[in-house]
């Protein structure tokens, strides 16, 4: 299977596991759990707003950092930025913050306020509540096909 036909077969169960679920943490929980699983990756999970700074939320992998200030590494970024950030080489990238040495590459996709398909449309008015950050041991891993997907994913949180 290529990674875009993964993909495919995961938005379905992605849907069928967010349907009907009001708590944020807990599909955040089981999505990370899908995407970390289906793919491999080093380490798969979720950044929530709080309190004006990214606190860590549901993941799978490896202990990591608690708090990521606004405008800070790869996850401040995204939310500052309001889009969704590939890094093909962490060491290339100012100011990654380094919660596992492992980590070779990144992608972070912030997760806009409004559930559904409006979230795709990324309107400047939405808030966005949290991110999803995925690290991979090795180089290279992310690209615009994962960006596309996880941003589809996130949307039906
Ligand atoms: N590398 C991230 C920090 C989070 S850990 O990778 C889980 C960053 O630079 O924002």
């Known amino acids: 299977?290529?990674?875009?036909?993964?993909?495919?077969?995961?938005?379905?169960?992605?849907?069928?596991?967010?349907?009907?679920?009001?708590?944020?943490?807990?599909k955040m929980?089981?999505?990370?759990?899908?995407?970390?699983?289906?793919?491999?990756?080093?380490?798969?999970?979720?950044?929530?707003?709080?309190?004006?700074?990214?606190?860590?939320?549901?993941?799978?992998?490896?202990?990591a950092c608690v708090h990521i200030a606004y405008g800070r590494g790869v996850c401040g970024t995204?939310?500052?930025e309001r889009r969704t950030v590939v890094v093909p080489d962490v060491e290339e990238f100012p100011g990654h913050i380094a919660c596992s040495s492992e980590s070779r590459s990144e992608i972070v996709v912030?997760?806009?306020?409004?559930?559904?398909s409006q979230a795709i449309t990324q309107s400047s008015n939405q808030t966005i509540i949290a991110v999803l950050d995925i690290d991979s041991r090795d180089l290279?891993?992310?690209?615009?096909?994962?960006?596309?997907?996880?941003?589809?994913v996130v949307a039906l949180l």
């Open 1 to 26: 299977m290529t990674k875009e036909e993964r993909y495919k077969s995961l938005l379905p169960q992605v849907k069928a596991l967010c349907e009907g679920e009001d708590d944020l943490i807990s």
């Open 78 to 80: 995204a939310w500052k």
């Open 29 to 63: 929980a089981n999505v990370a759990a899908l995407l970390h699983y289906e793919f491999g990756f080093w380490w798969t999970g979720f950044y929530r707003v709080v309190n004006n700074e990214l606190l860590l939320g549901p993941f799978q992998g490896p202990i």
């Open 140 to 152: 290279a891993t992310f690209d615009d096909i994962d960006a596309q997907y996880l941003e589809q």
């Open 110 to 116: 912030p997760v806009f306020s409004h559930s559904g």
